[in-house]
């Protein structure tokens, strides 16, 4: 078995030597990096809701530096998450990766650990990619350096002794900094030479790059940037002489004959049989495989064949009535004029020409087709496709951020007044900013403007949707939506919850059922325990029903119940009458509930009527629907807490 040296620092190098012994592997340490710890104030934690941990090795300081272990953790992997168990933390949360990975996780775990504030414990050294990737989370993270960590310039007399006589032959590394740090080292010590008997093991392609300058005999890669692949890379590297030397051995058997002479002929006989067998039996995988996928192809073709016909044929007999009253002369030159260039269009060629019934339905469809695609003459429904599909894109959400910021900025000028001046304004950032450019796409001239309100309503209704601070979007609504007084009483409405965002309702779910348990319970404080537990098991029950009517009763388990049950079918103003029925300790125990579900419901209340005056604003420019808008905008945000309809202009 291989002789490894670990070149991890104290004392995760001796945790990390034992397991390679337990294995079988002979392990030298020689640590590239030490850990120093440096002054950390720590007196303010109860103010965070989490604790974020990317090393072991902040574990451990922090468990000599402070007592608590009450809050919940969050690792960015596996290895940390046990250290963090060990010493003492129960609520531990791995993301099993980096810290794109970590940035999900907090998104993920903020509804049900109400986090806010976020405490990063960390070396002085290390970067704020987690910062970065949580930016569009809500989340506030707060780094903090508990230590420090320094290279060591030398390696151990024993190791520099084994190198010399070939007592090692493998190397792993698990850092770019220790990396270099090993070949500066192994080139002063004149140990260069001696790199091209040894293998070296990566936890990633960075660490593999940093080694370069020496001659190795092999780098290996692990396939993740985890310590179990780095064993699993060095396990399987163990068993590739095995299975080369049992290749050996079955061609030394196929060239010997029975006298014992060696026949090299005699090789191609059973191993090139084995090899064509394999052959035939990968193509004809390859072969079930290709008729599977046409198979599946010529059925969606057919499928779609199929009802594209069910829905012309729907679409001629549905138009068949207004067709026939279209005919006459006094019907058909007055009464569709208004009705938009898609329907102007479809008559004009009814009246002009002669067309069989296949040629009806083919326009039909086609002026239907238009209809959902551009709702507008102007194209805004274009333009919250384009913003949908950039949010589907890697970064996709910051670019848009970054868009908007260099919108409202250029917004802000003083010389913006009237209309025209919004116009030249966005026409002039949209010149300057590709991915604004992108965003409008076809939209011109005065309709810019227009555009320009119903992207900043988009990201409006996706903030707070998301439950998200939404204080640029309200200036940036602001500023465009000039005197209008429906929406600008709509916006001072809003103002109070911007910088904090208001709890969507899947927040107020949560929040209403871990404190369901201390209202049902406040009025029995100082009972027996017995009593508590009955009534607690009593809301339990209640709280299976389906249906509000199978819930009777004025006692509080009753009330909450029902409480539940309307807020979870989408009647958050149910839900408050409801819980208004308590009394006493009851009440107040339900009361901060309460104050978030009235914030909500009030915000709730002037988005909608923001985003009708919005959509009322646009569909008087180009013909555009209100009802297309308002579909795209719902699918685009997943919908509002409240129920939008469209308002008559």
């Not at 720590?42 to 608590?68: E, K, M, N």
């Not at 199929?306 to 044929?313: E, H, N, Q």
């Not at 894109?393 to 970054?402: C, H, K, N, P």
């Not at 429906?486 to 404190?515: C, D, I």
Request: aromatic letters at 4%.
């Amino acid at each position: 078995m291989r002789s490894i040296l670990v070149t991890r620092p104290q004392p995760v190098a001796d945790e990390f030597a034992e397991k390679l012994r337990r294995e079988g592997y002979t392990a030298f340490i020689a640590p590239m990096m030490e850990y120093i710890g440096v002054p950390a104030d720590l007196s303010d934690i109860a103010s965070y809701q989490a604790l974020i941990f990317t090393s072991t090795q902040a574990v451990h300081i922090f468990a000599d530096l402070s007592p608590q272990r009450g809050l919940p953790v969050l690792t960015v992997g596996d290895t940390t998450a046990a250290a963090a168990i060990k010493v003492g933390f129960n609520d531990v949360h791995s993301a099993k990766g980096n810290s794109t990975d970590v940035a999900a996780l907090i998104k993920s775990e903020t509804p049900k650990l109400h986090l806010k504030r976020i405490l990063h414990l960390c070396s002085a050294d290390t970067g704020d990619d987690i910062t970065a990737a949580a930016a569009k989370t809500g989340v506030t993270i707060i780094r903090r350096a508990i230590y420090k960590a320094e290279l060591v310039d030398t390696i151990p007399d024993d190791v520099a002794a084994a190198f010399q006589r070939g007592a090692i032959d493998t190397v792993m590394l698990f850092s770019t900094r220790t990396a270099e740090n090993f070949v500066k080292i192994m080139i002063k010590k004149g140990l260069q030479p001696n790199a091209a008997k040894l293998e070296a093991i990566c936890i990633s392609q960075q660490v593999a790059s940093a080694i370069r300058e020496l001659p190795w005999r092999v780098v290996k890669v692990a396939p993740q940037p985890r310590l179990e692949s780095v064993m699993q890379a060095l396990r399987e590297q163990d068993r590739q002489p095995e299975r080369r030397a049992r290749v050996e051995r079955r061609q030394v058997n196929a060239m010997v004959d029975e006298h014992g002479h060696v026949d090299s002929s005699a090789y191609a006989g059973p191993n090139r049989r084995q090899g064509d067998r394999r052959t035939l039996a990968r193509r004809r995988r390859q072969n079930r495989v290709w008729h599977e996928k046409m198979k599946f192809v010529n059925r969606s073709i057919l499928t779609f064949a199929f009802m594209f016909i069910a829905i012309v044929l729907a679409g001629v007999f549905l138009m068949a009535p207004e067709y026939a009253r279209l005919r006459t002369p006094a019907y058909g030159a007055t009464s569709y004029q208004t009705r938009g260039s898609v329907f102007s269009r479809l008559i004009s060629w009814l009246h002009g020409t002669s067309h069989s019934a296949a040629d009806v339905a083919s326009s039909v469809a086609s002026s239907a087709a238009d209809m959902v695609v551009n709702p507008g003459s102007a194209s805004f429904s274009r333009v919250l496709s384009n913003v949908a599909a950039l949010h589907q894109q890697s970064g996709g959400d910051a670019e848009i951020s970054e868009a908007l910021d260099r919108l409202r900025t250029a917004l802000a000028s003083p010389d913006v007044h009237s209309p025209d001046d919004v116009t030249r304004t966005v026409d002039n950032a949209r010149d300057q900013d590709k991915t604004l450019n992108s965003l409008f796409g076809s939209v011109k001239g005065r309709d810019v403007g227009a555009a320009a309100m119903l992207l900043a309503l988009n990201e409006f209704r996706s903030d707070v949707n998301g439950d998200r601070p939404y204080a640029q979007d309200l200036a940036l609504l602001k500023k465009l939506t000039g005197d209008d007084p429906r929406m600008n009483r709509a916006l001072e409405n809003l103002a109070p919850y911007a910088e904090s965002g208001v709890m969507n309702r899947q927040a107020l779910q949560t929040e209403l059922s871990g404190l369901a348990g201390d209202i049902v319970t406040a009025q029995l404080q100082g009972q027996d325990i017995s009593v508590q537990d009955a009534a607690k098991r009593r809301f339990a029950r209640l709280s299976r029903a389906s249906n509000v009517n199978q819930i009777q009763g004025s006692t509080p388990d009753a009330v909450v119940a029902r409480a539940q049950l309307m807020l979870d079918q989408g009647d958050t103003r149910g839900a408050m009458r409801e819980l208004e029925k308590l009394n006493g300790a009851s009440a107040e125990a339900a009361r901060p509930w309460m104050a978030n579900a009235a914030n909500t419901v009030e915000a709730d209340q002037s988005s909608d009527e923001l985003t009708q005056g919005v959509l009322q604003e646009v569909s008087g420019v180009g013909g555009a629907s209100m009802t297309s808008l308002l579909s795209l905008l719902n699918a685009n945000t997943n919908g509002s807490s409240g129920v939008i309809a469209p308002a008559t202009p």
